[in-house]
């Protein structure tokens, strides 16, 4: 079997560490996206503790050999203990999450484990994900954001920083910064209540949109309500939409687990096939406000968010041998 790795922070002069954490052990490969969010002491990134001690549990886990059977909540559960115990450790605000795709390779099967957005593909076909809806929501409030201030602003890079910051703190941060007026948001607002009525109750979504992504973690393992998702943080994970599966370990020719900086998956398996994929992303939708509308977009400075691929190849075999 071969394994390929690339990891790489949204800073394009790579001097800003990403939030993101790759970890290849026998038998164990796992990608960890941390949420970008405040800093805490000495400027470090609660992402990327995320990420980070989430992987270290993983590992400790796989030390003691018993990610192969252990339920889910028993290894979930591990995790957020000790992203607590980091987050206190640093003096971190709010609560530090990060996604999580596993491939651990048993005897006679491989093991799926997926929190979060992060995906897996295998035998270059079968793509396995799960996308929460609330990044729908922060996404076509985005776009409306952006074709307001593109009108309004020539420098994109500014348009970009000026989205981000609506995107994180929300529409009443915005007007008072004089970034959108009331009318505007009052429009924004009215739009996407109605548009994703379907999806919650007109408050819930006022709340959030008025408030930021900053808000987000207040539906983060909400079992009871629609736009609630698993992750992982120090709070108990919710199970309502994780994904664990297995499959004949016989069957498995190959495995590429990657978090949600790629935006388009290639056709070929194969480290330099998912870096040219992104440049085609990057080039036919710089801004993502288009084929691959997202939540952030590219700016000269920054790509729009970190991104990870772990590529396990058996050119001779399985790909959990």
Not at 60 to 77: C, H, R, V
Not at 161 to 178: I, K, N, S
Not at 216 to 230: E, I, T, V, W, Y
Request: net charge negative; charged share 25%.
């Amino acid at each position: 079997m071969q394994i390929s790795s690339l990891t790489l922070p949204k800073d394009r002069s790579l001097r800003v560490p990403n939030d993101d954490t790759v970890l290849i052990l026998p038998g164990l490969l796992g990608v960890f996206d941390g949420a970008t969010s405040p800093q805490g002491k000495a400027g470090s990134s609660s992402g990327r503790l995320a990420s980070q001690s989430a992987a270290l549990a993983v590992a400790q886990l796989a030390i003691e050999g018993t990610l192969t059977d252990l339920p889910a909540a028993a290894i979930f559960a591990p995790i957020s203990a000790r992203i607590r115990q980091a987050s206190q450790r640093q003096g971190m605000l709010g609560k530090p999450s990060t996604t999580m795709a596993l491939a651990v390779s048993g005897t006679e099967d491989v093991r799926l484990l997926l929190v979060g957005d992060s995906a897996i593909r295998v035998n270059g076909t079968q793509l396995i994900q799960r996308k929460k809806p609330i990044d729908d929501v922060s996404t076509q409030s985005r776009l409306a954001v952006h074709a307001i201030l593109t009108a309004r602003h020539d420098d994109k890079d500014q348009v970009e920083q000026l989205c981000r910051f609506v995107a994180f703190e929300g529409y009443t941060a915005a007007v008072a910064q004089g970034i959108l007026t009331v009318v505007e948001v009052g429009r924004i607002r009215t739009d996407l209540v109605d548009r994703f009525a379907a999806q919650s109750d007109p408050e819930t979504l006022r709340g959030f949109l008025d408030m930021g992504i900053r808000s987000q973690f207040h539906l983060a393992n909400r079992r009871d309500h629609p736009l609630g998702f698993s992750t992982l943080n120090s709070d108990e994970t919710s199970l309502a939409d994780i994904i664990d599966m297995r499959l004949p370990r016989a069957g498995v020719r190959s495995l590429e687990l990657f978090t949600d900086g790629y935006f388009l998956i290639p056709d070929s398996i194969d480290i330099a096939a998912w870096e040219q994929a992104f440049a085609q992303s990057e080039a036919e939708d710089f801004h993502k406000t288009g084929r691959f509308a997202n939540v952030k977009g590219s700016t000269s400075r920054e790509f729009a968010d970190d991104r990870s691929i772990i590529v396990a190849d058996a050119i001779n075999g399985r790909a959990g041998e």
